[in-house]
């Protein structure tokens, strides 16, 4: 299955969550087993090989490419969560949002220090989220190795506004045209 096949099972929303957004819905890619697999196929091979310790997946659809990800890879896996939704001990750390504001959690002994750590979202749009996530693997000493979108909206310049990121996959790219 190609790029294109995968791009075409994404749904627009237009207006979701607040005026003017334009929501990238990958429920529909989802649950198609085939589309499903192949993306986390996809996601998966640049990272084979890498010594891939731990796979952390931020709330919520992050999870779901995060978990088959770190299976994939024989790594564990770790829920960055919202604030206040983890039940130890825990950093934090706030950021903005293209639509708000927001904090992040990772459990204090989630990563150990000197962990290879792969971050894995469903989407990179302005960065502010994958940014945050990768402060708090620092936080605990871990070394972030890579990150993995299914998406990546290149308009909202996410890539830019990383510093020094490490490398990057996004298997679907969108400049803005379909906006």
Do not use: C
């Amino acid at each position: 299955m190609s790029a294109l096949d995968l791009e075409s099972l994404i749904r627009d929303i237009p207006d979701f969550p607040r005026q003017g957004v334009l929501f990238k819905d990958i429920t529909t890619l989802l649950k198609n087993p085939v589309a499903f697999r192949e993306a986390i196929d996809r996601l998966t091979r640049p990272f084979e090989g890498k010594d891939v310790d731990v796979v952390v997946g931020m709330e919520s659809r992050g999870f779901i490419l995060a978990a088959p990800l770190a299976y994939n890879l024989g790594a564990g896996f770790v829920p960055v969560r919202k604030l206040g939704r983890l039940p130890a001990p825990a950093v934090r750390v706030s950021y903005d949002l293209e639509y708000g504001h927001n904090t992040l959690e990772l459990h204090q002994d989630a990563i150990e220090p000197g962990q290879r750590v792969l971050v894995v979202d469903d989407l990179l749009a302005t960065g502010g989220t994958v940014l945050a996530t990768i402060k708090l693997v620092e936080q605990l000493g871990g070394t972030v190795i890579g990150l993995a979108f299914l998406i990546e909206l290149l308009y909202l310049n996410g890539r830019q506004n990383l510093v020094d990121p490490p490398p990057i996959v996004s298997l679907i790219q969108y400049d803005g045209t379909d906006r």
